[in-house]
């Protein structure tokens, strides 16, 4: 593993080197956590998509294992093994993907070859659907010969149903629907959802169907934002009531578990916010976020919080009942850090904003403050960020509810990543790259008034590898 870069997270989830996108293949197996992902063992960047591995026995440390899908030469994922999930197929863990090959995306399956599932059977009989959909017409581009990507699969008495992504001819994205009774023959169905151009993006990649009970939540990744619509999904087709971005900033193709002990866990690739020659001098590009847990709240939103087991990290300590901020005043805490959880409940009091700025260097050059204002926003200003020209500088956006309640906040600070959970119900993930070694520092401010930081506490987190 590459480790000595202090960009490199160190307690999310990265390739040992190389280039990783998208999570897949999220299975919790014989006890075990299995994270597959888009990996490309020949440099940090996208070609010749493999995928990579890595396991837990708690969530909490991970280990990496060998590449667990090569393209075939001969086969049609010679040009990629693109991104899908796992499903038990009563007692055997299989996987549906995407193969490319020249012009065309080629849903393939293939089986564990042995309990660790290190290695897979790919089935001879790929690709298990070679006609594209003509009602509605998939999109055709220069590049491609139908977007027509990406797996979701489940099984509902007894009759397996999968969600492929897709873009239709002169209309938005879609996400398509298939049945099947052995996981290889299967009749298209029609979209579950399909969305507007203008609003929806063109192509939905990675669609993923979640079930609340008597509520579905349905999200897709539209090359900008991970939008998600929860609602109602019934006899193929899904009644929207309410939508949201999952995450506000660096967050892209998420995809989710259902762990044993029914939960849903949802991981989704944080890109890289520095220029490829960044990427290429660093020698990995991608990380992980932290696992989510994805619940509704009793309005019916949906909250999102990291798994509880991730206290198990925490190490030292810095704890304050209660930091009262003056108009223009700044309070720097005792920690230097790189890699630590912050929580702390924000009231504004009569203030516009309050200020928590992290990898900051003492004299300001570098630092990245997370806003909260008045206005119920909250902004990742990555302005100051970095004084590395490579890196993304801008400043990064989000709505958060409730509106007159205190801000319950919990930010995960690692090497390059800047996790925000807000209410545990809103995220807003940014990649940063301070470029100074003493760009560890955090302070607080308020700006236009009084603010009260109450129950906040930092905690160093310890690697889990
Ligand atoms: N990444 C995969 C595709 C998917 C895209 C290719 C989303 O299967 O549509 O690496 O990031």
Redesign the pocket.
């Known amino acids: 593993r590459l480790d000595d870069d202090p960009s490199r997270p160190s307690y999310h989830v990265t390739p040992p080197a190389n280039w990783l996108?998208?999570p897949n293949g999220l299975i919790h197996w014989n006890g075990r956590y299995h994270l597959f992902y888009?990996y490309n063992p020949a440099g940090p960047f996208?070609n010749t998509?493999h995928w990579g591995h890595a396991v837990s026995d708690n969530l909490v440390h991970w280990e990496d294992r060998p590449v667990a899908l090569t393209p075939s030469p001969d086969g049609p994922d010679r040009d990629?093994c693109?991104?899908?999930c796992a499903v038990d197929n009563d007692g055997v863990p299989t996987v549906l993907?995407?193969g490319?090959r020249d012009k065309r995306?080629l849903p393939c399956i293939a089986t564990a070859a042995d309990d660790g599932l290190t290695a897979w059977d790919k089935d001879p009989d790929n690709p298990i659907i070679e006609e594209l959909p003509s009602e509605p017409e998939v999109l055709r581009t220069e590049d491609w010969e139908g977007e027509f990507?990406?797996h979701c699969v489940w099984r509902e008495d007894g009759t397996w149903y999968q969600l492929i992504?897709a873009g239709i001819e002169g209309g938005g994205g879609a996400a398509l629907l298939y049945e099947s009774a052995d996981l290889r023959n299967w009749e298209y169905q029609g979209p579950i959802l399909a969305g507007d151009r203008d609003t929806a993006g063109t192509?939905w990649?990675?669609p993923e169907l979640l079930d609340f009970g008597d509520r579905q939540l349905l999200h897709i990744?539209n090359y900008e934002d991970v939008v998600y619509f929860l609602g109602t999904y019934a006899d193929g087709e899904f009644e929207v009531d309410r939508r949201d971005k999952l995450d506000h900033g660096d967050f892209?193709?998420p995809q989710s578990m259902w762990t044993d002990d029914g939960r849903i866990l949802t991981w989704g690739?944080l890109p890289e916010a520095r220029d490829v020659s960044g990427q290429w001098d660093a020698g990995w590009s991608g990380a992980m976020s932290l696992p989510r847990e994805l619940s509704l709240a009793d309005d019916g939103g949906l909250c999102q919080r990291p798994v509880p087991e991730l206290t198990e990290l925490r190490g030292d300590n810095t704890s304050y009942d209660e930091v009262r901020l003056d108009d223009g005043e700044s309070e720097s805490l005792p920690v230097e850090s790189r890699s630590f959880e912050l929580r702390a409940t924000v009231r504004l009091e009569d203030a516009d904003a309050v200020e928590l700025s992290v990898l900051e260097s003492p004299d300001g050059e570098e630092r990245t403050p997370i806003r909260y204002t008045y206005q119920s926003e909250i902004a990742v200003d990555r302005v100051a960020s970095s004084t590395d020209p490579k890196a993304t500088s801008d400043t990064q956006t989000m709505r958060v509810r409730p509106y007159d309640a205190p801000l319950s906040l919990r930010v995960f600070v690692d090497g390059s990543v800047v996790e925000v959970f807000a209410n545990e119900r809103h995220c807003l993930t940014s990649r940063v790259y301070p470029t100074r070694e003493d760009a560890t520092g955090i302070s607080l401010s308020a700006e236009g008034g009084r603010a009260t930081v109450a129950s906040l506490d930092v905690w160093e987190l310890d690697s889990v590898w």
């Open positions: 996108n998208d888009q996208h998509i990629g693109w991104s899908g993907y995407t490319g995306q990507r990406d992504g192509v990649e990675c990744s892209y193709a690739w």
